[in-house]
């Protein structure tokens, strides 16, 4: 606490160099990461429901839920790994579970994962209007000009890297984007 008190003096008489302190007052705050404890996890939970009306037996509800599961990084997690790489492996990892559970449904889920990279380039807006679609941006963006990104999706999703892909037929029968745009303006 003294330390911070003599810098905070030292910085507001003296500007940014204190005579008496080893270090500099500029890397006093360094990079700092959000660990969890062992084993933490965060479910993402979409829920939809659909009344049928029928006259009798009334009150008959359809209801579909769709939960992802995401590992939260524990305290030698974030440690261990490089930054930029894992954010890669990340998002090849929440690519693979949306896949997993529209495949689930007995859809295609790799093209449906593929149309939504190719509908984040268009459909979303600019960074810094909305918080939902920075988000959207931030999963479905896939920075094809980086070389480690390239290196983590060369055997799953190796057909982005093809230019022209987004301008070929997609075998998907929904748009996952649309779907949470639209859910996301009822809320409002």
């Keep these: ?41 965060l479910v993402l939970t979409v829920s ?5 009306l029928t006259h009798i037996p009334s009150g008959w509800n359809l209801v579909m839920e ?6 939260l990084p524990g305290p030698n997690f974030t440690v261990a790994h490089a930054r930029r790489k894992l954010h890669h492996r990340q998002k090849r990892q929440i690519w693979e579970q949306l896949q997993k559970s529209i495949d689930y449904y007995n859809l295609n889920g790799r093209a449906c994962v593929l149309r939504s990279i190719c509908e984040a380039k268009s459909y979303l807006a600019p960074p810094g209007r909305s918080l939902v679609h920075d988000i959207l941006r931030s999963i479905f963006t896939a920075p094809t000009h980086e070389g480690d990104f390239r290196e983590e999706i060369k055997d799953v999703y ?13 075998d998907c029968p929904f ?14």
């Design 1 to 41: 606490m003294k330390l911070i008190i003599l810098l905070f003096v030292c910085a507001s008489v003296l500007g940014s160099e204190c005579p008496n302190v080893r270090t500099r007052i500029g890397s006093i705050r360094k990079r700092r990461h959000l660990t969890f404890p062992d084993g933490s996890t």
């Design 48 to 52: 939809t429901a659909k009344t049928f």
């Design 66 to 71: 769709l939960d992802l599961i995401f590992n």
């Design 158 to 170: 190796e057909d982005i890297l093809d230019p022209s892909y987004c301008k070929q037929m997609n």
């Design 175 to 188: 748009s996952l984007l649309s779907f949470i745009l639209f859910i996301n303006k009822q809320r409002n």
